[in-house]
């Protein structure tokens, strides 16, 4: 799939369109998901049918007083963010990170971004399917920290929910918006980025960083496919670090030649 637009204007397409493209159209990356579907998909398939069938009626009826018919929308809503706080806590606690570090490394080897990785970890020299070349990490390899303040804030901010029509939408944003930056934690891990220089990036790019996390987290919202989601998600996370990487090398190359040319213009 080209990706012909600018990647600090489209985030929201790396986690929606080009992750899950590419996951699917590159088959170097689908053992990395097969060797945790059938734990994905039984736990979390029991984690929402265990939610939905004992929590969505009363949560329903609670929100009906404030929001009448359109409880069934919202309670749903508030059910799947239920599931996917706990389906989050318990996969990328204790089961997904590795191969989601897995995944965007394997992602950036592909996309010529090799360079990039061996900061952190052995790749050998064979050329072919880039998994398989992915070896050992020499430093700590973490795609997203696990955040307890996260987790709660989700918590916290469920209630939005409850705001008739603008409550599921305003959760989402804020939501995304914590979110977002930690999809490319890895990445500043690989930069080697001190805490300053974290949120300074953060910063430059806090709009982009939210509809990259809003859009993740509603595909993660869909059962059962949350964690394969979160999966395609981290191939996306490194699409658009290879897209800024790549237009960030063109710019410092553009600075050269401008630097050369004006040298050789002073020069008698």
């Known amino acids: 799939m080209s990706r012909l637009l600018d990647p600090s204007r489209a985030a929201w397409l790396y986690p929606f369109g080009y992750g899950i493209y590419y996951f699917a159209s590159n088959r170097f990356l689908w053992p990395l998901f097969k060797a945790r579907l059938v734990p994905i998909v039984l736990l979390s ?3 929402y049918f265990i939610l939905f069938f004992f929590t969505y009626l009363p949560q329903v009826a609670f929100l009906a007083i404030f929001q009448g018919s359109s409880a069934w929308v919202s309670g749903a809503f508030l059910v799947l963010g239920e599931g996917a706080a706990i389906v989050a806590a318990l996969f990328e606690a204790f089961f997904v ?3 989601l570090v897995d995944i965007f490394d394997a992602v950036l080897v592909n996309e010529g ?3 990039l ?4 970890r052995v790749i050998y020299p064979e050329p072919g399917n880039p998994a398989k070349r992915l070896g050992t990490p020499t430093t700590s390899a973490v795609y997203s920290p696990f955040s307890l303040r ?3 804030e989700f918590i916290i ?3 939005l929910i409850f705001i008739p029509v603008a409550g599921t939408p305003m959760f ?5 918006y914590r979110a977002g930056p930690f999809h490319h934690w890895r990445y500043f891990h690989l930069l080697d980025m001190t805490k300053q220089q974290r949120k300074e990036s953060i910063s430059r790019r806090q709009l982009q960083y939210t509809t990259f996390g809003t859009v993740a987290l509603i595909l993660q919202l869909i059962p059962p496919f949350s964690m394969l989601f979160l999966m395609t998600t981290a191939a996306g996370s490194a699409l658009w670090v290879t897209d800024i990487e790549r237009k960030r090398r063109a ?3 553009q600075s050269s030649r401008l630097g050369e040319q004006y040298r050789d213009d002073i020069m008698p």
Do not use: A, R, Y
Request: aromatic fraction near 4%; proline fraction near 4%; avoid cysteine.
């Open 251 to 253: 710019i410092n190359q």
């Open 157 to 159: 901010l469920l209630p």
């Open 150 to 152: 996260q987790i709660v």
């Open 172 to 176: 989402l944003l804020l939501t995304g």
């Open 97 to 99: 990170d590795e191969t």
């Open 45 to 47: 398939s029991f984690i």
């Open 117 to 120: 990785v061996t900061t952190s």
């Open 113 to 115: 971004q090799e360079e």
